[in-house]
């Protein structure tokens, strides 16, 4: 029963692969420039950012810090405004919302990360899988016409050669998903180290942000933010 199935399913094996594989590499192909979109969206020159906050965290101005960070959809200025909005809160309450924006950003930015991964794999398979049914139709159709025997006839060995079409189809999916995780993780690493660098830099910022004569520097940022 098993055989008489794949005897009339492995005609069609090949082509169900091939259009297969189109839909998956239109998904692919979606998914990456989601992602290429997402990535440019969360740019912004850290360095540039950076010089421009320092100067409004060392005279304690929050609310031009703030309004600086909420000009740019950037990973740096969702969390480094994260840490201002709760700078009068105390400094625990600051680490704690930098700390959680980094993990925020990191989580929204390796999304769909595993989905290309296994995406990648499955097109591989279907790739092989239609090779092979193709192989069966092919030698299906040779014992079918009585010719068993593939040993120096050069024109059946010939026709096995488009049976390699699913897997190369595979391998052309697989491939460039597996590529543009690789390189989208690099990415993804350069944008949490310049976060924690932006986090750093406004803790110790408020961190060293005290009054003349107060002992502490929480009451002071919360200070200056209702006076600002």
Known sequence: MIHHMLRQLAPYGGEAALAAL?????????????RIWLFLQRFHTTDKFAKDLLPLL?????RR???LCQQRNASVCCV?????????NGLPAVRHALDTAISRERTALEDTFLVLNELGRLALLIGIVGSLFDVLAIGFANSAAGQPDLAGNAVTYSAFFPALAPAIGGLLVAIPAWLARSML?????????ECDFVARLVLSQLASAEPAGAGGSAPFIKTRRVAA
Not at 58 to 62: E, T, Y
Not at 80 to 87: D, H, T
Not at 185 to 193: G, K
Request: net charge neutral; proline share 0%.
């Open 58 to 62: 060392r005279v304690a101005d929050l």
């Open 80 to 88: 480094a405004l994260a840490g201002l909005l709760e700078s009068g």
């Open 185 to 193: 993780s690099v990415h993804v690493q350069r944008i949490v180290r």
């Open 65 to 67: 810090a703030e309004s």
């Open 22 to 34: 189109f839909l998956l590499s239109i998904v692919s192909v979606g998914m990456i420039g989601q």
